[in-house]
């Protein structure tokens, strides 16, 4: 049987190596000169796709509060299973049809694949309509940097008045940026996404966030600047299914 808190244990574990390796642990004490504990700048977004509520209560109850899902319908049935545990913070992270944001916007914190204004608009407009708490929607911009012709994601070119976009739209935080690199991709992709975010930040005092890396690119990503990684079978076991709603 899998065992869920030593998967999470030993990711954390390899997070913490890589940012020790890239130097990107921050000395809690050089802050608080008391603790001597080491932060990590690096956090995890446990990806929940194809696997059951009750394996992602085994993971909350390890410790994750974060979690990504890529169907909507899989992720509804889960959230509602699940909604005894108020502290879970859900992500999208998959393709989104535009008449699919209304309830996007009104389940998720977090959606990572916005790639085009129709959708940042309909989300923004939504949690004015429908979301009685007016929560802001956090926004990561989903960037195509393999350029490969099937791959979501929004154009280089085209992706600063994306962004431009979303930071006028007043129920949502332009957070940052997120890809998913093609396998093996070349550092130059890793080193062109942190490029992005840098230029990003400096333009938007919001972003903070570069969702990069997943089971296969954990180290790759960290080393270029990753914020947020994104890992499913490492945690979870292989997926067995695909689930296509
Ligand atoms: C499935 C998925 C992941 C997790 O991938 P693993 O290789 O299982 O870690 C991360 N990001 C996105 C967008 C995904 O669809």
């Given at each position: 049987?899998?065992n869920?808190?030593?998967?999470l244990?030993?990711i954390k574990a ?11 642990l921050i ?5 608080t000169?008391?603790?001597s504990?080491q932060?990590?700048?690096v956090?995890l977004?446990?990806v929940s796709k194809?696997?059951s509520?009750s ?10 509060n974060?979690?990504g899902?890529?169907?909507?319908q899989?992720?509804?049935e889960?959230i509602a299973?699940?909604s005894?545990?108020?502290e ?5 992270i998959?393709?989104i049809?535009s ?7 009104s389940?998720?914190?977090w959606?990572h694949?916005?790639?085009r204004?129709?959708i940042?608009l309909r989300l923004?407009?939504h ?6 708490h007016?929560?802001p929607l956090n926004i990561c911009?989903q960037?195509n ?11 280089i070119?085209e ?7 979303v930071n006028?739209?007043d129920?949502l ?7 998913v690199?093609e396998?093996?991709?070349h550092n130059?992709?890793y ?6 975010f ?8 919001s972003?903070?966030t570069l969702?990069?890396?997943?089971s296969?690119?954990?180290?790759q ?6 914020t ?6 490492a945690?979870f076991?292989?997926?067995t299914?695909?689930?296509n709603l």
């Open positions: 049987m899998i869920i808190k030593d998967n244990d030993k390899q997070i913490q190596h890589a940012c020790q390796q890239n130097g990107r000395a809690l004490n050089e802050l000169e008391q603790i504990a932060f990590s700048p956090s977004l446990a194809t696997k509520a394996l992602v209560e085994q993971a909350h109850l390890a410790g994750q974060d979690f899902e890529n169907y909507l899989e992720a509804l889960k299973l699940l005894h545990f108020p879970l913070t859900w992500h999208f998959g393709p049809q008449n699919k944001t209304k309830l996007i916007a389940n998720f914190s959606v694949s916005v790639d204004e129709k940042a923004n407009q949690i004015q309509n429908d979301n009685g007016n929560t911009l960037v940097i393999s350029n490969e012709e099937s791959k979501s994601g929004i154009d070119d992706l600063f008045s994306l962004a431009e976009v006028n739209c129920n935080i332009l957070r940052g940026l997120m890809a690199p396998k093996n991709a130059r992709c080193e062109k996404m942190q490029h992005l840098e230029q990003l930040q400096k333009r938007y005092p972003v903070d969702s990069l890396g997943m296969n690119d954990l180290e990503a960290v080393a270029h600047g990753s947020m990684v994104r890992i499913g079978t945690i076991g292989e997926r299914k695909k689930i």
